[in-house]
């Protein structure tokens, strides 16, 4: 019995800690609920503009947000002009389908699932997509993902990280991103 409530609490402690980090995507579907305020209560799915609409506030950013941040977000939107003391609860009731796209000389491209509980490093990605071709410029490797709405293209020098030991350089990747490995010149 004691294994199996420390076997809860720990399941527990990392799903909280999950909650805390993990960023609201697009397509993720929130339950919101403010204490003694029924009429509040909402399900919701995020736009594809990172917007959720919620009673009395209209539309709201969600996107980037921690669910903590947007339940203090819209704590303080109630109490500015509606409620006195909000209790704002958030529930992640489906989450965004993380995915990134490898593409160029690995052996398997394709658009590959992030695990939920962890971040995914780029050269996990390579990994995930079988590893480099025998063709590849591995230090022409490139991600390239979109920031508010602004473009961004980062390059990575591999054999800093795996030559070098450079850990630093081995740069977390976010949903939607693509890395791309070029074919080499030579």
């Not at 809860?8 to 609201?24: H, P, V």
């Amino acid at each position: 019995m004691v294994l199996l409530c420390l076997l809860f609490s720990l399941s527990y402690s990392s799903g909280l800690a999950q909650e805390t980090t993990y960023k609201i995507q697009p397509t993720d579907v929130l339950k919101i609920t403010v204490h003694e305020q029924a009429d509040l209560d909402t399900k919701t799915r995020v736009t594809s503009d990172g917007y959720i609409t919620f009673p009395l506030l209209g539309k709201i950013q969600a996107k980037g947000f921690t669910v903590l941040d947007l339940e203090i977000k819209i704590k303080e939107l109630l109490e500015k002009d509606y409620l006195v003391n909000a209790q704002v609860l958030v529930f992640i009731e489906q989450y965004h389908p993380s995915q990134v796209s490898v593409m160029g000389e690995v052996k398997t491209p394709g658009k590959y699932s992030m695990p939920e509980e962890k971040n995914i490093t780029v050269l996990e990605a390579i990994a995930m997509a079988g590893g480099f071709s025998n063709d590849a410029d591995i230090n022409g490797t490139l991600i390239m993902r979109v920031t508010s709405g602004e473009r961004e293209t980062i390059k990575i020098r591999v054999k800093d990280i795996t030559e070098k030991g450079q850990k630093e350089k081995d740069i977390v990747l976010e949903a939607d991103d693509i890395v791309y490995i070029p074919e080499s010149l030579f």
